[in-house]
């Protein structure tokens, strides 16, 4: 396994132990190539979320391998000693809900990532805000959170998550509380930062809306993913 | 980086200057506190500096004359003034009481004072007004804190006075501002009965036929006399000799004259030790409970203030911030709550509380450093369990399901 961008490889997850233990994974096998955004789909409870916080090192797998380009992160246990650092640099998150910082305005929000891997503030704030004209909230750079819509929380919360140029981006329902119109505004956002930056990108999604722009989608049921072809349409 | 500890709190300023003032009048109640502390103990070195003495002579086996009463003939400083070592004897009376001024009464420690010039024993040392008692009787220098005004005329049991001087700083352990009068005066005063007293005494004296012997003339008369006047002081005040040990001559007054003999330090470890003990339990009380009640209310509005945070904090996490910063975010902001409020506590105790409370506040700025430093520990105590259960959140929460 020699390949770029995100490989899975066997990843089992069990929650609890005994009676009540869990298999929410039994069997994942994915890859994404830099510059790729797939989908991952499929019914509640069938391991979805579970599959992003193993990836994003947010919870431990049980057994199995992961790999974010050349390395090796996970191969039955974590190879990466600081799990936090791993996420910072290499990781980028969007969640179903943008829980952005309140008491940071927007810039500081986005900022906020490059900061902590040790960026000077100039240099951090201004990184973040070149991807603002890019998903078109360059007017609100200076506002608090509190004041966005909807809509423009969770386009600071994907700038958060693309910030730091990570070679991967995780994305649990980012486009559940937007309009349909907006939710196909995400994914083009999300495809041309795939294409610019060579990032690997998972979305998970329930949105009827958006599965259609996939190339490629992997279905789980029952913690065990399956591959399929996408329709790939186009979303403008 | 930026300070997100900083950031919060401009965020949400109005929280924390509200809770940082309710803080601070804590914390200066506190200082205050410890202010009374000091001032008492200020008061009574005042009292043993400003007397003037080196050596307290008593009756025998008592703490007089501050802590307990004493009774001394008033006689007796001339038998100490020829032991060597002593450069000056004097007596003195004490007694606390109220002074009448135009109807109104004033706690004072009305204090008798032998003829003699500044600088005898027991003497105001200096005036800030006036000029000191010259007639030997009905006289008075007081403190100003009595609110007396040069030529005023006040009433201390049946006789009027008038204020010749006046000085400053000069009050009793117990904080009552100080009142001299001529010794005979005052021993006259301190033995004082009223008329029908007197009247009624005079007729027991007459009716026992010990005294009233119509065979010795004279002598009822010479007893009767005798009944009314005092010839006790409270003390002796004496200063020893330059180039004399104040023990050594302690130790020979104790050996010729029977007496109780305090030095200057044995004095204030009486008042000190002894006299404002009780208080100083009181005070010490009060401190810890105002303490244990502020780290308890920082405590608790830290741990409110992490817990509206959970989530934030979960997402720090998740992007990879450091436990070190969101240590520090919690710490600081429990610190800048306790920094808000000592200023406001120390504003509070030095333009509040000093000037309007009755007694002598002194603030050292010793034990503001010390409160200061007690403030910035106590709230990163205070912030521990915050601390916990921030390092406990599970970044997965910030994504959710
Ligand atoms: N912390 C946990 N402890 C025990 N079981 C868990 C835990 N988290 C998830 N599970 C179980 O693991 C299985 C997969 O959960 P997961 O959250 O990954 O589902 P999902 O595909 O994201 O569902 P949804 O579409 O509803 O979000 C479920 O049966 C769930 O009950
Ligand atoms: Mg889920």
Redesign the pocket.
């Known amino acids: 396994m020699t390949e770029k961008g995100i490989t899975i490889v066997g990843v089992k997850k069990r929650?609890?132990s005994g009676d009540t233990a869990?298999e929410?994974l039994k069997n994942v096998n994915m890859h994404v190539a830099p510059g790729e955004v797939v989908g991952l789909i499929?019914?509640?409870?069938?391991?979805?979320?579970?599959?992003l916080?193993c990836l994003g090192a947010v919870i431990e797998p049980t057994a199995g391998q992961m790999m974010l380009g050349d390395d090796l992160i996970y191969d039955n246990a974590w190879r990466v000693k600081d799990l936090r650092a791993l996420r910072r640099d290499r990781i980028g998150f969007v969640f179903q809900a943008p829980y952005l910082i309140p008491f940071l305005d927007v810039t500081d929000n986005v900022a906020l990532l490059p900061m902590l891997a040790g960026k000077p503030n100039a240099e951090a704030r201004k990184q973040a805000r070149e991807l603002f004209k890019a998903l078109d909230i360059e007017h609100r750079a200076k506002a608090m959170p509190s004041q966005l819509s909807g809509g423009e929380q969770q386009r600071v919360a994907i700038a958060r998550g693309l910030v730091n140029r990570p070679p991967v981006i995780l994305a649990?329902?980012p486009t559940a509380p937007l309009d349909s119109e907006r939710a196909l505004a995400v994914i083009r956002i999300l495809n041309e930062m795939a294409q610019k930056f060579a990032t690997a990108i998972i979305v998970?999604t329930?949105d009827e809306k958006i599965i259609p722009t996939f190339k490629r989608i992997y279905h789980?049921r029952d913690?065990v993913t399956y591959e399929e072809k996408g329709e790939g349409r186009s979303f403008e | 980086m930026i300070s997100l500890a900083g950031r919060d709190i401009m965020h949400s300023w109005g929280k924390f200057v509200f809770t940082g003032m309710g803080l601070g009048l804590l914390i200066g109640v506190t200082l205050s506190m410890a202010g009374i502390y000091r001032g008492m103990v200020d008061d009574a070195r005042v009292l043993l500096e400003n007397s003037g003495a080196d050596l307290w002579v008593v009756q025998k086996d008592t703490l007089g004359p501050y802590a307990e009463s004493s009774s001394i003939y008033d006689d007796s400083w001339r038998g100490i003034r020829s032991i060597s070592g002593v450069a000056d004897a004097a007596d003195i009376t004490y007694l606390t009481m109220q002074v009448r001024r135009k109807g109104v009464d004033v706690r004072a420690m009305v204090t008798g004072i032998t003829a003699g010039g500044p600088g005898t024993p027991g003497w105001p040392p200096y005036l800030i007004g006036g000029r000191q008692i010259t007639r030997g009787h009905y006289e008075a220098v007081a403190d100003i804190a009595t609110k007396f005004k040069l030529g005023e005329r006040i009433k201390i049991r049946r006789n009027h006075y008038t204020i010749v001087g006046l000085t400053r700083r000069m009050v009793s352990s117990s904080g009552d501002p100080m009142v001299f009068i001529p010794l005979k005066d005052a021993q006259e005063a301190q033995f004082l009965k009223d008329n029908d007293a007197i009247r009624e005494q005079r007729r027991r004296t007459e009716e026992n036929s010990a005294f009233n012997r119509p065979g010795v003339p004279g002598l009822l008369d010479a007893i009767i006399a005798s009944q009314s006047i005092n010839t006790y002081v409270n003390a002796v005040l004496v200063r020893v000799a330059t180039g004399h040990n104040p023990d050594e001559v302690a130790e020979s007054i104790r050996r010729w004259k029977h007496l109780t003999v305090y030095t200057r330090s044995q004095m204030e470890e009486i008042l000190v030790g002894k006299l404002i003990a009780t208080s100083a339990k009181q005070i010490a009380m009060f401190l810890i409970i105002l303490s244990i009640v502020s780290s308890a209310i920082v405590a608790f509005i830290i741990y409110t203030l992490t817990m509206g945070k959970i989530r934030e904090i979960a997402v720090l996490k998740l992007i990879g911030t450091k436990n070190r910063t969101i240590v520090g975010l919690i710490m600081q902001q429990s610190i800048a709550l306790g920094l808000i409020g000592f200023v406001v506590g120390k504003i509070t105790a030095t333009l509040l509380m000093a000037p309007i409370f009755p007694k002598h506040v002194l603030l050292e700025p010793l034990d503001s450093i010390f409160g200061f430093i007690a403030v910035v520990m106590i709230c990163i105590l205070s912030s521990i369990i915050s601390i916990r259960a921030a390092l406990k959140v599970n970044p997965?929460e910030a994504i959710g399901?």
Do not use: C, N, R
């Not at chain 1, 499929?42 to 599959?51: A, H, V, Y």
């Open positions: 929650y609890g869990v929410a499929g019914p509640s409870g069938s391991g979805k979320s579970t599959l916080k649990d329902e998970v329930h789980i913690g | 997965a399901g």
